[in-house]
């Protein structure tokens, strides 16, 4: 057994550990799907996580490995060069670990199972390269380990494939079993771009005062953790079961019908968000029209943001139950704003024969225009209109979307759940509401594909030039320097373009959108 080589087995692990983390951690992310790691292919977060200082010097060890294979004579420098860079690759990986900035996935089972087989491969190579002949190899073994991690942990993903579909398959088919038995709930699929989680949260915070109600938490929205839920929380004395669901494909929005059974559906709107993953807004359109087909086949009910283009633009069939909910006389249930003042909203609400006013704590327009459908669906299961008032009195904005914190220096919008084009645009105009100091702090949007650029262009010159904010600050890789010349390319003044949150003046309005600018929250307080 050779001791230089147990000592650069032993360095390498810390590195491994950094790396195979971080990729477990985006490949988990993106649900371990080829077509949303597609997309983060295209970001700059992908080109920095592998054209960065650390694959660059692993490159360089592989070629240098290539130049001197067998070369005797440079065998000692090959093996200071490589102790010496895994040394100072300790020294960073130890840095991120003090500062509890290594990123690392969630521990499921299925990661877990990865982790396992990847253990396995690297004790048998160890055990080789530490007893074998070819102990040379190490110089090349260990920066390749390094340097392909991605591509070996997909590799390790593949191989685990076959068991993984075979126990989702049998979760699936459970919870569609149980989902079945258990009809005497009312339920309700909320899905689409965005406000899913908004409309989700308004919704339950009303039926669970009226009923028991079970609901999907937070943003868990797909078919296994659906499935989870159903088999591990849904008993037969709960009258209503919500669940904020997403499909990507249209075979998938047959596959979640089967597993909740539900008879409402919610769509919240559709946006340039998920284009990426469909290409274009015209097979957004064709999923959406796989909705329609399920809803007219089952004589079920659809209620539609009717504020959203993209829904407008969809032909509906004269057969569909479809409840539209705005401010306009071509919806079904409609909404007038009456007064904000002393943080309560008083709005007028009509839908059928029923005209009613309700005050509530949920400020800006937005937040009334979900809530209206909403009451829609309640009226619908004819809750009454004396409680509806007594249940919007305790209704709140979901964690870290559009509630406001008060603090001794600033007014906080905290809105770092979730971000889109429109919703920033919606948000952007509350903040114009205010007198003082305005601040966006702002993170990318994410899965545009290639309209990515031309979109944070044109949110680039609407800040600069529709609303009148004060200053900006940017906590994102992508499009960070475009951006910011976009802003200066719309007459943005350079010196409100800031770098740090100690330029930030005093008593201002500041508005945090996407979940990097959740960071400040602390930092504001």
């Known amino acids: 057994m050779s001791f230089e080589i147990l000592l650069l087995l032993i360095l390498t692990i810390l590195p491994i550990l950094y790396k195979y983390w ?11 799907r080829l077509d949303r790691f597609k997309e983060y292919l295209s970001t700059r977060q992908w080109k920095s996580s592998i054209v960065n200082i650390w694959s660059i010097l692993e490159l360089l060890l592989l070629v240098f490995w290539l130049i001197i294979f067998y070369n005797k004579p440079f065998e000692i420098i090959n093996y200071n060069i490589i102790f010496y860079f895994l040394l100072i690759y300790n020294l960073f990986v130890i840095g991120k670990i003090i500062r509890k900035k ?3 996935p969630k521990f499921t089972t299925r990661i877990l199972l990865i982790i396992i087989l990847f253990l396995v491969w690297w ?3 160890s055990y080789y390269l530490l007893m074998g002949w070819y102990q040379n190899w190490i110089y090349f073994y260990l920066p390749f380990v390094l340097l392909f991690s991605p591509f070996i942990l997909f590799f390790y993903i593949f191989l685990t494939l076959p068991l993984v579909n075979y126990k989702k398959n049998k979760l699936i088919n459970k919870s569609i079993k149980k989902s079945n038995k258990i009809n005497d709930a009312i339920k309700i699929w909320i899905t689409w771009s965005y406000w899913k989680s908004s409309v989700k949260e ?8 009226d009923w028991k109600t079970l609901k999907s938490p937070e943003n868990i929205n797909t078919e296994l953790w659906i499935s989870d839920l159903i088999i591990t929380r849904l008993k037969k004395w709960y009258k209503y079961f919500i669940a904020e669901m997403w499909a990507y494909k249209i075979w998938e929005i047959e596959l979640l019908w089967n597993i909740v059974n539900h008879k409402y559906w919610f769509l919240t709107a559709i946006w340039n968000q998920h284009i990426a993953l469909f290409w274009s807004q015209q097979n957004i359109q064709k999923w959406k029209s796989e909705i329609e087909k399920k809803v007219i086949k089952n004589k079920w009910s659809l209620y539609v943001n009717w504020n959203d283009k993209y829904i407008k633009k969809t032909k509906f069939s004269k057969k569909i139950n479809l409840i539209k909910y705005w401010k306009t006389k071509w919806a079904d249930a409609i909404y007038k704003i009456l007064d904000i003042k ?13 005209n009613v006013i309700f005050k509530t704590e949920l ?3 937005h937040n009334v225009l979900n809530l209206t459908g909403v009451l829609a669906f309640c009226y619908d299961m004819w809750i009454k209109t004396t409680d509806l008032k007594k249940y919007l009195k305790n209704i709140k904005t979901p964690k870290n979307t559009l509630n406001l914190i008060k603090t001794k220096k600033y007014n906080i919008i905290d809105d770092s759940y979730n971000l889109s084009e429109d919703w920033l645009y919606a948000w952007l105009n509350a903040l114009n509401s205010f007198n003082w100091n305005k601040v966006l702090v702002m993170d990318d949007v994410l ?9 944070h262009y044109t949110i680039g010159e609407y800040v600069a030039r529709k609303w009148d904010i004060d200053q900006v600050i940017f906590c994102w890789t992508n499009h960070k320097e475009a951006f910011k010349k976009w802003l200066l390319e719309n007459w943005f003044s350079k010196k409100n373009i800031l770098d740090h949150h100690d330029k930030i003046k005093k008593w201002s309005n500041i508005l945090l959108e996407w979940r990097k600018t959740n960071k400040f929250l602390d930092i504001l307080k």
């Open 342 to 354: 002393k943080w309560i909203t008083e709005f007028n609400f009509k839908y059928k024969k029923i």
């Open 102 to 104: 290594l990123i690392k």
């Open 447 to 455: 899965e545009l594909w290639i309209k990515a650029e031309s979109i």
């Open 202 to 209: 308004f919704l339950s915070s009303i039926l669970e005062q």
């Open 363 to 365: 400020l800006w327009e």
């Open 123 to 125: 004790s048998i190579d």
């Open 22 to 32: 971080f990729w477990l951690y985006v490949i988990q992310l993106k649900e371990y």
